[in-house]
């Protein structure tokens, strides 16, 4: 019998500096904009909205001589592919569904993406720590909240990657709650506040 599970959209903040288009895009034309339109693991589109004309003009040949493939559409917008970067690459070639992306700086990426369950987003976050990448994860949301706050999802999450649920705990909730640099008792109301909503969920739809 195969275990069900819920899908979790999350927003993924990941530093990188290996992206040519958006170094140069961003440290040349501040002002101007980048959509990452597809992923795919290998290469990545990106749509470029320039503020004006001239600069649009003034970007297209020095964005051809780093894209795989660019094309101006219109007379302010460039498609241009080229090679993932390191963030891109782990996200395209995860189990994740990127609904959007943007550049918050030219070395700093944010993800809205959504994930079949749980455990896939515990694996791109171990993917992410192997491959050495400083990120974070916010706006933790479900389909299905049980009446869970945002705070107790992140709280619950970091639980599970700590191994606070594994037969054999590697860790103690004092010892992970000054992890989290909050008090054993805060911890400890939080984690039963919210195992009885979930308890409590389960318990309507199951008996």
């Not at 896939?120 to 720590?129: A, F, G, R, S, W």
């Not at 590697?170 to 989290?180: G, N, R, V």
Request: aromatic share 6%; proline share 2%.
């Amino acid at each position: 019998m195969s275990k069900s599970s819920k899908e979790i959209t999350v927003e993924i903040t990941v530093k990188r500096k290996d992206c040519e288009v958006t170094n140069y895009i961003l440290q040349t034309f501040p002002d101007a904009t980048i959509e990452r339109l597809k992923i795919d693991g290998k290469t990545t589109t990106h749509r470029i909205l320039f503020k004006s004309d001239h600069d649009t003009d003034v970007a297209l040949p020095e964005i051809r001589k780093i894209t795989v493939d660019c094309i101006k559409s219109g007379k302010r917008t460039v498609w241009a592919r080229l090679s993932c970067c390191s963030a891109c690459s782990i996200l395209g070639n995860s189990e994740a569904v990127i609904l959007g992306s943007r550049a918050v700086k030219a070395d700093t990426l944010s993800y809205r993406v959504s994930f079949p369950g749980l455990s896939k987003l515990i694996d791109l976050k171990h993917e992410l720590q192997n491959q050495k990448m400083e990120y974070t994860i916010s706006d933790l949301s479900s389909g299905d909240t049980n009446g869970v706050t945002e705070r107790e999802k992140e709280v619950l999450l970091q639980l599970y990657e700590y191994g606070y649920f594994d037969p054999e705990r590697k860790l103690s909730l004092t010892q992970i709650a000054e992890q989290m640099n909050i008090s054993t008792a805060a911890l400890s109301e939080i984690l039963r506040k919210t195992l009885k909503k979930i308890v409590k969920e389960y318990l309507e739809s199951n008996i």
